[in-house]
């Protein structure tokens, strides 16, 4: 009952808040979806003790779903150590975010809705992360699409904001094309698609090969890949990652809910809720960590470029899935879950930051000009502060263990891929102190860039979004410290119980607590030079940023262009697809199959009756003169058919 | 169950006693029109509710057909009055009984003028759609069939839009030319069986060479209906043309009477062709649903956007069904039904709008939400459900479908499901551009909110999908037996496609 309870109030919720939406009951709408969240949220607590502490696992079975011939997936909610971790992030982060909207959203006339379709989303997320089986873990996958589309949109008269959600819904469907045939696949090889079957018997179908396009390609392997590929759009992960900042167009408390703490780490939680199935494909494993480093890497760069201070956060938050996947794919599991909960704190705290930080400075989003404000808003200005030493992974902050972790478990792979993802970690951890510094000095510091207008209302923001900010805050400073024995620590094995599964040669995991000390130094070396050099650039020798891009101008044009994926995806992909339909349907419709069709069969027979009927002039000299003709060549034919013979 | 009295004629026929009253109003014209939309609606929600206990009395744990009645017609020919239902045509059945009424209350006020005529127009379709689903002998299938069209051919003739005429004989010629090669294969079915009755003729093995001719000839029949790439240009022309009713009922019902065929003639009675020509089919449904969704987004005209994307969906269909395996066929009827409710309300939306702008062109919209949040709340769920999205009725069958795909050949499932992304994209692109934005037309600023009326068309639809999405097993369970007797019947006239399912 609590378990059906944790996942069904946040819908009831949705739902009431809906009907309250039509009639304009603002208030009721926040009272019913916050105290429902808030509900969830204990509950959730009162699991989490029970399942992860307890180590008691339980799977409540609701009913068949769909079910034809042996395809059968169920409606089943499933609670062990995996989903309880989920259960506490999202419903935590969420609960914070509902209470934050009901002060950030107070000048908004939609109110009910916003509300209706945050718990809507928390509903959908938390489908996903209690799902039994990839069907209806597919189910929450695109629900929480959808709740994204919708938020995204919220603004909808505004056409950058109806744009970005489209776009993200479109990208993710990429994504979701290859999680629909990795359940194809899943469902080809294991003849089901249950979590329980399909773990059970990933060790003996390792060796299988299966079809896939007219190739014989290992099972296993083929699976791993699409199923990432589904992950590669729900997180972001480069190549797949455009929907992301664009998405930033959504309000801010969408941003920190959806967009950082909850729905983009979804593939992460797929990756580890697969590892009893991915661990016996070590080639996607490999393809996961290369993708997982190279996004981590290149969503930095992109970040240290950016002006708008949601996007910045936005690639920030690109590039630490980056690390939670990298350290998925060297079998750090745990690790990556560690992350993922301890980033849902800190990066939830930056992005209801910035949005106080945007409600104080009249809707500007923009760091060139703000500056100068952290004297009229200190407790915003300490949040940031502490979220970002967080995000940098300074000593005692919850990132400090959580990326130290994942670092010393990509070295302890000792892997080729491993040292790869290890090397450019490193690099993206100096690159994220300096983006970090870069933000802050730039919003909170110097001299006010702002008009005179808007710096006169600038304003702490009420207590109803400084509170949630406490909580998160008191999350980004603890959770590391006290969750680290628990995720990765000494209690690991038995904390995870069966919910994670790491082949006993995969010892990244293990030897990740022995590697040398320069290993474990070098990340807050980099950090502190990382923020050193922005206090530098940006504090001090303030012309120096812009002598820098000048001297490396492609480069600079690159990182701040963001690679010009959106350009290329916009030549290769969007543009054709429109040109390709016009032509079809003009050329092939119309022209081909229209013109040798209906059109032109009609045409022909019209024009062939035409025909006959000129022959019928009405004037006797042409009769006669066919006539004529016609006794003329009756007679020839006669006259040479016998002369023949 | 056995009903003393024939409840499945009386349900097939009620319809046309409908008529029968609506020839009987006397009056000026304004009575005339409202009384002929009462009496239609009465005897169409009347007839919906006697064909409600064959649903509840439907016992979907036997095989076979229920309901059946027998009749001498021809006698001594082999061909006489046979109707029955199975778990594959019962929903069908239900879906027309379902679909008209909606229909007719959608022409309350758009349709003005010869409103008598155009509701008995309706009803006699209505007549024609249960009885087709309905009969068991293959003559009588035809003549339904065929009879169908006339109805159809009026309403878009007579109450379509400005290029009624070209499309009504583009629509009547396309399914004409399929028609006569079916009728010639069943001519000579006949011949080789001596009976009509269906039945039997499933019972009946046709010789190996036969079976390729006569599965063609029902091929050109029922590829036009679905229809099929490349015949399928008549849909576009026709659903433009087509009054709001009329797209309704034709999306909704009529596309699914070649799916039906394939289902009842060509896969039980031509199983060996069937085997063989499965690499067409789904190369031609592949085509149907890229090229189609491609040309979709390059449409400008909402309701063109929208019967294209219908050909794209029921592409789907024919692939499932040509899949044969459990789980395809299972998909490809849970889709026809599924986009028999969700493109009805689809077109309806669109009809909605137009009413109010009486244009279809998307680029005269936008901002729509704001003027209208109801609707903008009904038409957005039933875009979420043509792109499939789980929880509705639009995702079952697309994936049980994806799921037979498979198991046929993984570079089919590979095709098909960029059909959900493409889907994604000109189904949201549309909504985007006609809903949300600001308001750019004076005229968008000044559309009434949505009525009553519209509300109590909206609702059993999307309460209807979301049912079938949440709990499909309602449709699944009842169709099951009927697909597994079909599926035996296949392997054992020896199919290797069969081996595993």
Request: hydrophobic letters at 55%; glycine letters at 8%; a neutral charge.
């Amino acid at each position: 009952m609590i378990y059906l309870l944790i996942v069904f109030l946040p819908l009831f919720g949705a739902i009431i808040a809906g009907f309250l939406g039509l009639y304009h009951r603002d208030r009721a709408a926040e009272l019913v979806t916050v105290s429902a969240l808030l509900l969830s949220l204990l509950l959730s607590v009162v699991t989490f003790a029970n399942v992860a502490i307890g180590g008691v696992s339980e799977t409540v079975n609701l009913g068949r779903w769909i079910s034809s011939g042996s395809f059968v997936a169920n409606w089943s909610l499933r609670f062990d150590t995996l989903t309880a971790v989920m259960l506490i992030v999202v419903t935590g982060v969420s609960s914070m975010v509902h209470i934050y909207s009901i002060g950030y959203m107070s000048h908004d006339s939609a109110r009910a809705r916003f509300m209706s379709y945050l718990s809507l989303f928390t509903f959908a997320m938390l489908m996903l992360v209690t799902a039994d089986n990839l069907v209806q873990m597919f189910f929450g996958w695109e629900g929480v699409g959808v709740a994204s589309y919708l938020l995204i949109g919220f603004w909808y008269k505004k056409d950058s904001a109806h744009a970005a959600a489209m776009k993200a819904f479109v990208v993710n469907r990429v994504g979701d094309f290859g999680f629909a045939l990795g359940i194809l696949a899943v469902y080809a090889m294991f003849g089901s698609v249950e979590f329980d079957v399909i773990f059970a018997q990933s060790s003996v179908i390792a060796a299988a090969d299966i079809s896939f396009l007219s190739y014989q390609l290992p099972a296993l392997e083929v699976a791993g890949i699409l199923l990432f590929i589904g992950a590669m759009g729900k997180s972001a992960q480069l190549g797949l990652h455009t929907w992301l900042p664009d998405a930033m167009e959504g309000p801010t408390p969408v941003s920190a809910l959806i967009h950082a703490a909850t729905m983009v780490t979804a593939g992460v939680f797929m990756i580890c809720r697969l590892s009893p199935m991915l661990e016996y494909a070590p080639f996607a494993l490999d393809v996961i960590t290369v993708v997982g480093a190279l996004t981590a890497i290149f969503a930095a760069t992109i970040g240290m470029t950016q002006f708008d201070i949601k996007r910045v956060i936005a690639y920030s938050t690109c590039s630490q899935l980056g690390y939670m996947f990298f350290a998925a794919g060297v079998s750090a599991y745990p690790a990556a879950m560690f992350h993922l909960t301890t980033h849902a704190f800190f990066k939830a705290l930056l992005f209801l930051g910035a949005g106080s930080v945007i409600h104080a400075m009249s809707d500007e989003q923009d760091l060139r000009n703000m500056g100068g404000i952290w004297k009229k808003v200190p407790v915003t200005y300490v949040m940031m502060w502490i979220g970002s030493l967080a995000l940098a992974g300074f000593p005692f902050f919850a990132g400090y263990y959580s990326k130290d972790m994942i670092l010393e478990a990509a070295y302890a792979a000792d892997s080729a891929v491993g040292g790869m993802a290890f090397w450019l970690g490193c690099l993206a951890a100096f690159l994220t102190a300096f983006y970090s510094w870069r933000l802050l000095i730039m919003t909170f510091h110097g001299a006010p860039r702002a008009s005179s207008k808007v710096m006169a209302h600038v304003h702490e923001s009420p207590r109803v979004m400084t509170l949630p900010l406490l909580i998160l805050a008191i999350g980004a400073v603890f959770s590391g410290w006290l969750g680290y024995e628990l995720f990765v620590g000494h209690d690991m094995k038995q904390f995870w119980g069966s919910s994670i599964f790491i082949l006993p040669t995969n010892l990244a995991m293990e030897n990740a607590h022995h590697v040398p000390t320069w290993v474990k130094l070098l990340p807050i070396v980099l950090a502190t030079s990382g923020v050193a050099l922005a206090v530098l650039f940006y504090g001090y020798l303030t012309s120096m940023p812009a002598r820098i891009a000048a001297l490396f101008r492609p480069v600079y044009l690159l990182f701040f262009n963001k690679w010009y994926f959106d350009e290329l995806y916009d030549a290769i992909f969007v543009r054709p697809a429109v040109r390709i339909g016009k032509y079809l349907w003009q050329r092939g419709d119309k022209d081909t199959i229209d013109g040798f069709g209906p059109d032109g069969i009609s045409a022909f027979v019209y024009r062939l009756s035409g025909v006959c009927s000129r022959v019928q002039t009405g004037f006797v000299f042409h009769y006669a003169f066919v006539m004529l003709i016609g006794v003329v060549v009756l007679i020839t034919w006669y006259y040479f058919r016998f002369e023949g013979v | 169950m056995s009903v003393s009295w024939p409840i499945l004629s009386i349900v097939t026929f009620m319809p046309l006693a409908g008529v029968l009253f609506l020839l009987m109003i006397r009056g000026d014209e304004h009575i005339l029109a409202r009384n002929s939309r009462r009496v239609a609606l009465w005897v169409s929600s009347f007839t919906f509710f006697l064909s409600l206990p064959l649903l509840f009395g439907f016992d979907s744990t036997i095989i076979g057909y229920q309901f059946e009645e027998k009749a001498v017609w021809l006698a001594g020919t082999g061909i006489g009055y046979h109707i029955g239902i199975d778990g594959i045509s019962m929903p069908f059945v239900l879906l027309s009984t379902l679909l008209t009424p909606l229909a007719i209350l959608a022409s309350w006020k758009a349709i003005a003028h010869r409103v008598r005529e155009y509701m008995i127009a309706f009803l006699v379709l209505e007549t024609m759609m249960v009885g087709m689903f309905v009969s068991l002998d293959m003559l009588m299938f035809y003549l339904f069939f065929e009879a169908v069209l006339i109805p159809m051919f009026l309403i878009i003739g007579i109450w379509g839009g400005s290029r009624r005429v070209y499309a009504a004989f583009k629509f009547f010629l396309y399914t004409l030319l399929g028609s006569v090669l079916m009728l010639v294969c069943i001519l000579v079915m006949y011949v080789d069986a001596g009976t009509t009755d269906i039945p039997a003729l499933t019972e009946h093995q046709f010789a190996g060479s036969m079976q390729t001719w006569l599965f063609l000839g029902f091929l050109a029949s029922f590829a036009v209906k679905v229809p099929m790439w490349p015949v399928h240009t008549w849909l576009p022309d026709a659903h433009v043309q087509a009054p709001t009713a009329g797209s309704m009922i034709l999306a909704g019902v009529l596309l699914k009477m070649g799916g039906y065929g394939f289902l009842r003639f060509s896969l039980p009675m031509f199983p060996l062709a069937s085997e063989f020509f499965a690499p067409l089919i789904f190369t031609m449904s592949i085509i149907a649903v890229i090229y189609t969704s491609l040309v979709a987004l390059a449409q400008t005209d909402m309701k063109k956007l929208i019967a294209y994307s219908s050909v794209a969906h029921m592409g789907f269909v024919t692939i499932g069904i040509f899949t044969m395996t459990e789980q395809g066929i299972a998909g490809a009827m849970f889709q026809m039904i599924s986009h028999g409710l969700v493109s009805a309300a689809l077109f309806f939306s669109v009809g909605v709008i137009y009413d109010r702008l009486h244009t279809r062109e998307i680029s005269a919209y936008g901002g729509v939400a704001a003027v209208m949040p109801r609707y903008a709340v009904f038409f957005m769920f039933m875009m979420l459900a043509s792109v499939g999205l789980p929880g509705t009725s639009g995702f079952v069958g697309e994936m049980l479908v994806l799921v037979g795909a498979w198991h046929a050949s993984s570079w089919v499932a590979f095709f098909a499901a960029t059909g959900l992304v493409l889907g994604a994209a000109y189904m949201l692109w549309l909504y985007r551009r006609v809903m949300f934005g600001a308001i750019i037309n004076d005229e968008v600023k000044a559309m009434e909110p949505m009525q009553m009326r519209e509300f109590s068309i909206f609702l059993p639809l999307s309460v209807l999908v979301l049912l079938f999405g949440v709990y499909p097993m309602a449709l699944l369970d009842v169709m099951a037996v009927s697909i597994q007797f079909l599926l035996d019947g296949l392997s054992a006239s020896g199919l290797s496609v069969l081996a595993a399912r």
